[in-house]
């Protein structure tokens, strides 16, 4: 059977059918709640036990202390795998999957986030 002949059938059967592609980044598809983003961090609940950095596979969490005793939280979505598992082994829910996915830039600093606080 001809390329032609093989495409016709095919073409056919989509005819009244919802199109299954969208016009991305124009129009958006609705995320699944469990969608997986980017980290969100809020440091107030933060206790600096630093168990999101122990259970983080990729080192994308590094939490620490600065010369005057505050708590210091890093987080780099270059390296982070959107596994989740942060947000679960954090025991005061500073920590949650946001659903920001589009996260291309071509400056490397953009990808790191720091805090600086209290505790
Ligand atoms: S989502 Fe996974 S890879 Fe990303 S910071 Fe959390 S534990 Fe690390
Ligand atoms: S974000 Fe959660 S797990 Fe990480 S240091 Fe703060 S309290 Fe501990």
Known sequence: MSLP?????EALKTLGKDRATVSYPKNKRTLPDRFRGAVEFDPDPCTGCGMCERHCAADAIVVGTDDDGNVTWEYD?????????CEESCPTDA????KDFELADSDRESFEESYTFER
Not at 5 to 9: E, H, I, R
Not at 77 to 85: I, L, N, Y
Not at 95 to 98: D, Q
């Open 5 to 9: 002949g093989k495409l016709l059938p």
């Open 95 to 98: 920590i949650v999957m946001g």
């Open 77 to 85: 979505v270059a390296k982070c795998m959107f596994c989740g598992q």
